[in-house]
């Protein structure tokens, strides 16, 4: 079996490199994979373009990055609860492409399946389809958008084993399933890293075929990025 277990944060992202485009996956701060950021903000990495759905908040995840100004461009779907993000994307510090969320979703999808391009209503009519090939089919509408193309993709799951297979908790199944495969090179980092066979096949959500390196991170803060409770009776 290739040995896809790594000892640390450090290991796992060798190879990375100024100038290089990376996948990220999480929505908001939920999944997301904060020990491969913070080894990103550590090795001082600049002009990166990240695919992220957002760029979680000004002092976690993908913030952190933007704080150091690493970023030189962010795919995203939304601004979301990020200060930063939004002053540098106004100011044109920031080279900005905002994407329909489904339309992100699959583009990565896409990229993780071998497929080229595929056909979406979203966005036609809007800003989104300009300069892109539009084809109507069955009396509607659709824009044509390509695949993504990343060097890296960086994932956080719940469990994993030797061999890369994954299983994501709860919402962290978002963005996370999706980008695995999608980039030349995917890195999982995992609460809990088991000897591969201990995983029920049953459960697994990502097959280790989509997996190069994989590695077991500790003490995850787990932020909330809106606290929101119903108020007492």
């Known amino acids: 079996m290739i040995r896809k277990t790594v000892d640390n944060v450090k290991e796992a992202l060798q190879g990375v490199e100024d100038g290089m485009t990376l996948m990220l996956g999480g929505f908001g701060l939920c999944g997301i994979p904060e020990k491969a950021i913070a080894q990103l903000v550590t090795l001082g990495v600049k002009d990166i373009t990240c695919i992220s759905n ?28 990020n200060d930063e993000f939004e002053r540098q994307m ?3 510090e920031l080279e900005v492409e905002l994407t329909p969320q489904g339309t992100l979703a699959e583009k990565c999808r896409a990229a993780q399946a071998g497929f080229p391009a595929f056909y979406t209503p979203a966005g036609y009519g809007t800003e989104v389809a300009e300069g892109k090939e539009t084809r109507e089919f069955n009396g509607k509408m659709y824009v044509l ?10 994932v956080k799951a719940w469990k994993g084993d030797e061999a890369g297979n994954l299983i994501f908790k709860g919402t962290a199944r978002n963005f996370n399933p999706v980008m695995c495969g ?10 809990e890293l088991l000897p591969a066979g201990s995983l029920d096949p049953n459960q697994v959500h990502i097959p280790g075929i989509f997996v190069q390196r994989i590695f077991q991170g500790q003490t995850y803060e787990k932020r909330i990025e809106q606290r929101t409770v119903r108020k007492r009776i």
Do not use: H, P, W
Not at 56 to 69: E, H
Not at 182 to 191: K, L, S
């Open 145 to 154: 958008e390509e695949a993504y193309k990343a060097d890296f993709a960086f």
């Open 54 to 81: 957002n760029a979680g908040v000004d002092d976690f995840g993908l913030g952190l990055l933007l704080q150091k100004r690493q970023i030189k461009k962010m795919i995203s779907s939304y601004v979301g609860e």
């Open 90 to 92: 106004l100011s044109g």
């Open 182 to 191: 999608a980039a030349t090179i995917t890195v999982a980092e995992v609460e």
